[in-house]
Every structure is written in structure tokens, then in C-alpha cells.
């Protein structure tokens, strides 16, 4: 296997990992609060304002129908 193949199932690993979940694994990785400050900013803004992501993916699928 490839290292690109790795990656690309890596991130879909982590992509369906819940937010709490993606917390999780960089604490156990990284240790509890430690590195990574910005990816912990965005899960935790995932965490706290849920609504936001989903109509994030909703005009995503709009964009892609319309063809821009």
C-alpha cells in the first residue's frame, strides 16, 4: 500500500469519527490538551455550535446541484 492510499484512509478514519471521538484520539495521541491548538479550536466550535457544520454540508450539496 501506498502511502497516498494510507492517507486517504486515514482521513476517512478520522472523518467519521464524532467530535468528542476526534478529541479523544488527539488527547491520547498528543496528550490531554497538548499540541494541535487549532484543530482542537475547530472540533471544539463543531462541538459548540453544531448548527453551523450542518448547514455548512447543506450548502455544499446546494453548490454541487447548481454546477459551480
Known sequence: ???QQEAIERNEYWAQLTPEQQLESLDSRLGKGVGAK???????????????????EKKKKKRGKNGK
Open 1 to 3: 500500500m501506498d502511502k
Open 38 to 56: 487549532k484543530q482542537r479550536a475547530k472540533i471544539n466550535s463543531k462541538i459548540l455550535n453544531p448548527q453551523i457544520e450542518i448547514q455548512r
